[in-house]
């Protein structure tokens, strides 16, 4: 906790200058803010002495009054406007940071986490830490500032009233203090019960189509109906007890104000203390409860600022992936000669996965990787694409190991589709030209032509401007697919792979985009993974992957011949096509 | 936010009164300026300990009152906001559960949930700070400038002519934030969207080499959303030192006019400080105020976003009883039916007709969108025709009451979806009342029973939500349970067995068949394999059925369902 505030101290650390001077103008603000009632006190006296005369001093005392409540306002704003941008731009840095951190994790990371809880860290904890940390940073300022200044003014004026005054404060201090902690409990009890109904409104929402079908509304609604009825109990014992907070605390004050003015009044009679004294103490009854009670809510608020930091720094504490080269190797007209070299890796330490795997694929080649779920055949392209690092062997393209290259320099030699497509948030056109931004309008429309997406683009509403949502909008898997395809068409790179690139489009339609990555394949060199095997019967070479080896390689007739695992995986597909009815 | 008050109607009474309770809280608490202003003038003047002791008593005693005041008030407050939140919440759901598809789809499931918890919970703040604050905070105000008058009209009105200021004030901010508070969540929802789409594109942008250009992206709309938090802050950095500058002038004020009347002999030094503190009630209470319009303003929008479902009327009416419908008509007859999802969009399926006999089997094959799902999902009334008529024994879908329509159906997704709950209770979706016999029965045709009996806890066994603790064949087997639970006139396998292998699909096929000679099935699959069995086979090719037939007659007439099998299957496999 406290390694965790140190850090976070850095970040604002940022800001020495914009932080002293708001340290500085809570310190200004709260001075004058404290000499205010004592300058009001003497007014009053000055008047009540002044009696049937005129009250010379007036113009002066109130005149440094105004300039005292000026001076006070002056330093709140600048307190204010200063906390602000000091907050706003630790927020900003911590989300850059988290993202540039993003950027360098090794793609496990992506593959563990839950993305929305990755989201969250983002948007939630930052937010979290920039209130807790610096709006409890100040008010903890303004508050101590606030406190010692009020005793200091008070025992000026008198040491008994002080003592009373003293007392009366943290009274509701713990008072806030005590309805706090219990409402928490309850807090957390309603938090879970919201979500219980949360998911179960997300599940029978999502599955509508289902719920419908199978008529099950009624049955869905008393389900939530009586998860709600729970919410109620639990909220409405929460919110009350939480909401008697202001008023008890309200209570307590009003009592030590009782207190204050019979104290003053009697200190008055007794002629130790003035009306003005009285007035002075009042005022700085009120004023010495606040901070007490603002502290209260600083001390929560930085609790759950310090948890969300601990989540924020999990992130940017993770390990990047391996540093690049100093001097990265680059390649000028690749060849397209890829050699596996004793390649040995697992994701996880204890369960081999690839082992001692050699291969040599000749330049122009096509080489498809085909074998049942968790064969090891995506892990290959992981491989390839450094998305993983292999931990024993190399991987080498035309003689040059790929580890001595950058990961962008290397990446641009290979084109990939993958299963899942992906779209973002900007129009066809955009997307398609995603690699090559600079690409003319025809260059764009006879890359979607050669996928075969042309036809559908125009269809729409807004052709080639027609804006994806995150999901797509109202496209079909294949035709998202298509224009994933359409992308790496127009990127145009030395080498190619399609990971399961057709496995969400019918194989009639898919029939059309073979023929188009024929046109795109010839004379590069190509992986194809694969599940249907139709895709890979003209590959130059079939690898069939079990639990991380290669058990058969050869061409599709060579496989078939032999009679093995391949044979046997087609004839599921295929031979089997003839049902038993 | 009006239209919503009808959910509050039940709360009637605590919605008078907790403001009731909360105004007597408000008097007690403004009677304690006054009561000490006689303190110090009646019993210090007269040197009465007696007199300030009485008056000491007094102002624990209301203090205590207003204690109980508040603490009842508060109690009406949780009361009503809460009961109000869960009716609403009750409402909404089932006003979702009752929307058509057309209608659920174009707000997204996401988006639903959050109007049910998120929104909801803000209009329960809502309507809690109303009861509580809202008649307090301007209360307070009205009666301190009120009481003011009592002790001195003079100096009373230095305070009336200090709340238009005031008031300016909080216009001012109000209207310059309100709407860059709206910008803010728009631009934090963007970078929220950037971000989902990097974790979710990652190989992608890895594989372009674009890691820079998406850092790039992100800090342009970090840096717009941190401009727009910068540009509220410095609005709303002046709020606070404005109206306390404008109350503090108002104490120097009443010190200047104070320090002349008290000289003519009309004011007194008690007088003085009460109104000095009710100057400081006042601005207390303008503090809330600000507080209350943050509030108000996020509650406003919440209120839009439930009215805009609220005010939704299901545009797929349900007659409450219908005719019904003769055994003697087809099983399902589709009349120069059209369809299209967007009223201005292109057509999913043209001019449709077709009939499908009781007890027939029929196959439905085409390309990604050809419109084969379309085609199915209008039976159920997922969808209503846009024009044409579909009719199921011989009588229109449309005049069916939805509930017996869709008992009629039997339907198995594309997408495998399960529940929270146990294997039994997800098959009984299918019939509530189904015996235990009965779920066996469907699990055991649905070539489920086999694995399920395997399970430790057999039937009982938990399924976690979307049914992710088990494979997709397992989860496609069990939903083809679900569907088969109420013996239905009428069995879709929308692409319901594309995870299982053939041997499995091919038993599952005829394990249906043997159950029931008058059941009509439609197997809607871009596997030949599939398809071929079936006594008739619909082509769909781009929202059009361009063949109808057996596997042999349509190798033969349909060249779209040739190119089909021969991009799936060798010639003389095609032609067995």
Known sequence: MKKTFERLLQYIGQYKGSLLLAAFSALVSSVCALFAPLIIGRAIDGMTAAGKNAWADAPRVLLLLLLVYLCSNIFLWLLNYLTNGISYRTVNRLRRELFEKLGVLPLGFYDRTAHGDTVSRFINDVDIIADGLLQGFMALLQGIFTILGAIVFMLTLNPWMTLIVVLSAPASFFTARFITTHSQKLFREQAACLGKLNGYAEEMIEGKKVVSAFRYEKRARQDFNSINAELYETGVKSQFISSLSNPSTRVVNNIAYAVVGVFGSILAIHGSLTAGGISSFLIYAVLFAKPFNDITNVLTQMQSAAASAQRVFHILDLEPEPPEPEHPAALKDCSGHVEFDDVSFSYVPDRKLIEHFSLDVAPGSSIAIVGQTGAGKTTLVNLLMRFYDVQEGCIRIDGTDIRSMTRDGLRSLFGMVLQDTWLFDGTIRENICYARPDATFSEVERAAKEAGADGFIRRLENGYDTRMSAEGGSLSEGQKQLLTIARVMLANPPMLILDEATSSIDTYTEAKIQKAFAVLTEGRTSFVIAHRLSTVLTADRILVMDRGHIVESGTHTELLQKNGSYAKLYNSQFSHGNSPE | ?576
């Open chain 2, 1 to 576: 936010m009006g239209k919503l008050t009808v959910y509050l109607k039940k709360y009637r009474k605590e919605c008078i009164l907790g403001p009731i309770f909360k105004f007597l809280e408000a008097i007690f608490e403004l009677l304690l300026p006054t009561i000490m202003a006689l303190m110090i003038n009646r019993g210090v003047d007269r040197r009465d300990e007696g007199y300030v002791l009485r008056l000491g008593g007094v102002m624990v005693l209301m203090a205590l009152l207003g204690y109980g005041c508040a603490f009842i008030c508060q109690y009406f407050a949780a009361r009503a906001s809460q009961g109000f939140g869960t009716d609403l919440r009750n409402a909404v759901f089932e006003r979702i559960l009752s929307l058509s598809f057309s209608q659920s789809d174009r707000f997204g499931a996401s988006t639903l949930t959050n109007r049910i918890t998120n929104d909801i919970n803000q209009l329960q703040l809502f309507v809690a700070m109303m009861i509580r604050l809202m008649i307090r905070a301007p209360f307070i105000c009205i009666g301190s400038i009120l009481m003011s008058f009592f002790l001195d009209w003079h100096l009373a009105l230095i305070l009336l002519a200090a709340t238009p200021v005031l008031a300016l004030i909080i216009w001012f901010i109000t209207k310059r934030t309100a709407p860059l508070y709206r910008s803010y969540q728009k631009k934090l929802d963007a970078v929220g969207s950037v971000l989902r789409e990097n974790l979710s594109g990652v190989r992608v942008i890895r594989a372009f080499a674009k890691t820079k250009q998406e850092t790039e992206r992100f800090r342009t709309s970090n840096d717009s959303l941190t401009d727009n938090g910068l540009a509220i802050g410095r609005i709303s950095s002046l709020f606070n030192p404005l109206t306390s500058m404008a109350v503090n002038l108002v104490i120097v004020v009443i010190l200047w006019e104070g320090n002349i009347r008290m000289h003519v002999g009309n004011l007194s030094q008690g007088q003085i400080i009460a109104f000095i503190n009710y100057a400081n009630q006042i601005l207390l209470a303008l503090l809330v105020v600000s507080n209350l319009i943050i509030i108000i303003t996020k509650s406003m929008a919440s209120a839009a976003r439930i009215n805009e479902i609220m005010d939704l009327q299901p545009d797929m009416p349900s007659p409450a009883s219908g005719p019904e419908g003769s055994a003697d008509a087809p099983a399902a007859e589709f009349r120069d039916v059209s369809f299209g999802y967007h009223e201005t969009g292109e057509r999913a399926l043209e001019n449709i007709t077709v009939t499908i006999a009781r007890g027939e089997t029929i196959g439905i094959i085409g390309g990604t969108g050809s419109g084969k799902s379309t085609f199915v999902s209008l039976l159920p009334r997922f969808y209503d025709a846009t024009a044409g008529t579909v009719l199921i024994d011989g009588i229109p879908v449309g005049q069916y009451p939805l509930e017996k329509l869709r008992a009629k159906i039997g339907i198995v997704p594309q997408h495998a979806l399960l529940f929270t709950g146990s294997i039994a209770d997800n098959i009984r979706w299918g019939c509530a009342d189904a015996e235990e016999e009965a779920v066996r029965k469907a699990a055991r045709i649905a070539q489920a029973a086999e694995f399920i009996e395997k399970l430790p806890e057999g039937y009982d066994s938990p399924v976690d939500r979307g049914g992710a603790n088990f494979s997709g064949g397992q989860r496609q087997r069990l939903t083809i349970a679900r569907a088969l639970v109420s013996d239905p006139e009428i069995l879709i396998l929308d692409d319901a067995s594309s995870a299982l292998d053939f041997l499995t699909d091919s038993k599952l096929r005829s394990a249906i068949r043997e159950n029931s000679s008058t059941q009509t099935v439609l197997l809607v699959s871009q596997r030949v394999g599939i398809v071929r069995g079936a006594d008739r086979i619909f082509v769909f090719d781009d929202g059009k059925i361009v063949g109808c037939g057996t596997h042999r007659a349509l190798m033969e007439s349909c060249p779209t369902y040739r190119e089909i099998c021969l991009s799936q299957m060798t010639e003389e496999e095609a032609a067995k």
